[in-house]
């Protein structure tokens, strides 16, 4: 089994809410505990664009160490979750394997890590791991593929060289950067699917000895999509 390259440098990688729910067995029997409360309130800095987003201006326009302190300093959440990638595929942050936002002013998790230290918030950071509009238009090769060769709207292939060339490179910039207590890859399961690009089709061929089905109907789609979902189960290890 793939080794999972992340595991020793992350205290969370998950979904967001599942990082709660540890915190709160410390939980005391007053409802009122700051432990208990700090441990429910968990937010989401969300901040995905819209494909025909205006891309001069600034993400980041607005953000500065004192008001994200602020801010947190007056909610008291458990933790927080910014962005380093959403779904349109432009990066809040510079000098990294994803491109930065054609606007993008200042680092937008450095900002977060400097407020989080400050009030001691642990910070997560979010990362749209298998949706990705700007590289699904820019190279099919990452690209989920339907049988017909046709390339699956904003869908990433977890087969393909993304991960080595563009996804594990970006992790890890940043946890060497900015220390965050967790990561959250949003983008997995939910768009999963079988796909048809060369990479799986080889990567198929090679662990089976079958040939990709043609169709639904095919009698090797049953294993097609068994292959699937245990590739992607490869895929979460090598993370």
Known sequence: MPKNRFKDQLATVGLLILASSARCSVAAEDPTDEAFLASILQVEFDQHL???TDLTIDPARQL???????VLRELRPGAVSVFAVGHEGWARIFDAALPPHPALSQDTLAIWRQACSRTGTPMYVYISSLINYKLN?????YARQFSNGGVAPQRLDHNSDYVSQCLIPFIETILQRYHPEGIWLDGDFWSIFPSWNPASVRLFKAETGLAAPKDFGDKNFPAFWRFTIDSHADYMHRL
């Open 50 to 52: 819209s494909e025909d």
């Open 64 to 70: 500065s160490v004192e008001r994200c302190e602020a």
């Open 137 to 141: 238009h820019e190279h099919s090769e």
